[in-house]
């Protein structure tokens, strides 16, 4: 036998104002969630909005020529390359040709300063210690500003930890979603690493 308790509940939902009432309570609480999402996505674009438009992310990005590690002749270096170093300088050299305190030789006559070797004209070079070298040239530095004065907020993680012209030009050069398209192709399967403004043109399909 059912206990006394089940069989008046199952009683109570035979009576078509209980339903009316749990159907009415149920609706109430739909609609109340429904308008608190929205105001909740409300309120988060128009936050969004406010940090686009009146508060321009403040980038920590210094360009000065002199730092702490040029006054203790260390070198910050690109490290990844097997046959190919940009120290923080802007000098390109072979690995071999990498002295024991990360700095290129510039005595050997490989060495090169700026060098812009496999780029293009938009930013974009085939390798990336050379992208890296390209993108220290002094005259980039205006380049360099107003890609961050125009950078998405989706940049913001990518950018926000860099500190100096170095910094940048290895994470800018780095090959990113500018560098890819349909998220499985390179724009431009040869010249991929790019310190430029804008990522390079789109193959045709």
């Not at 104002?17 to 988060?44: A, C, H, N, P």
Request: glycine letters at 4%; hydrophobic letters at 35%.
């Amino acid at each position: 036998m059912l206990p006394c308790g089940a069989v008046l509940w199952r009683r109570l939902l035979r009576k078509r104002w209980v339903l009316g009432v749990v159907f009415g309570l149920s609706l109430v609480y739909f609609i109340t969630s429904t308008f608190k999402q929205e105001e909740r996505m409300v309120r988060d674009r128009n936050l969004l909005q406010v940090q686009e438009h009146e508060q321009p992310i403040m980038w920590k990005v210094k360009f000065s020529s002199g730092n702490s590690s040029q006054l203790s002749n260390q070198c910050r270096n690109s490290v990844q390359g097997k046959l190919l170093i940009t120290d923080e300088l802007g000098y390109i050299c072979e690995r071999k040709d990498l002295l024991v305190n990360g700095c290129c030789n510039v005595n050997v006559a490989s060495t090169k300063l700026y060098s812009c070797d496999s780029c293009l004209p938009n930013g974009c070079c085939s390798i990336y210690e050379f992208c890296v070298s390209c993108c220290l040239q002094p005259s980039k530095q205006h380049l360099l500003e107003r890609f961050l004065n125009r950078a998405a907020i989706a940049f913001q993680n990518l950018f926000m930890a860099v500190e100096d012209h170095f910094e940048l030009c290895l994470a800018k050069c780095r090959t990113s979603s500018q560098s890819v398209q349909h998220e499985n192709t390179y724009r431009d399967p040869i010249a991929k690493y790019c310190y430029g403004e804008y990522p390079p043109e789109l193959l045709p399909v």
